[in-house]
Nanobody
Framework: QVQLVESGGGLVQPGGSLRLSCAAS????????MAWYRQPPGKQRELVAS???????NFADSVKGRFTISRDNAKKAVFLQMNGLKPEDTAVYYC???????????????WGQGTQVKVSS
């Protein structure tokens, strides 16, 4: 069984910073894409940032220049550094791994349980 566990959410003032972490446990052969999504209150889930196994990154326009994403393959972990936070960044943040559990099997998406980020004064 593969599990993704997130940490690092919380309450922060506008302009502040938070660092989210997500680590996978269980039997994993390879991880292709690691990503962060978020779901603001009353809205649909959206992609925030992603990083491929080759190191290519992609960011939502709304977070470019403020957020960075990094991964540690040895630890099967991904991190989201969020700077210059705004009230509109308030959301539940989910990590997502597209991975292969063993050689010869298909890739599948796995999700964390979500961590709340609230930006408010």
């Amino acid at each position: 069984q593969v599990q993704l566990v997130e940490s690092g959410g919380g309450l922060v003032q506008p302009g502040g910073s938070l660092r989210l972490s997500c680590a996978a446990s269980g039997s994993i052969f390879s991880i292709n894409v690691m990503a962060w999504y978020r779901q603001p209150p009353g809205k649909q889930r959206e992609l925030v940032a992603s990083v491929t196994s080759g190191g290519s990154t992609n960011f939502a326009d709304s977070v470019k220049g403020r957020f960075t994403i990094s991964r540690d393959n040895a630890k099967k972990a991904v991190f989201l550094q969020m700077n210059g936070l705004k009230p509109e960044d308030t959301a539940v943040y989910y990590c997502n791994f597209r991975l292969r559990r063993s050689i010869g099997t298909s890739e599948r998406d796995y999700w964390g349980q979500g961590t709340q980020v609230k930006v408010s004064s």
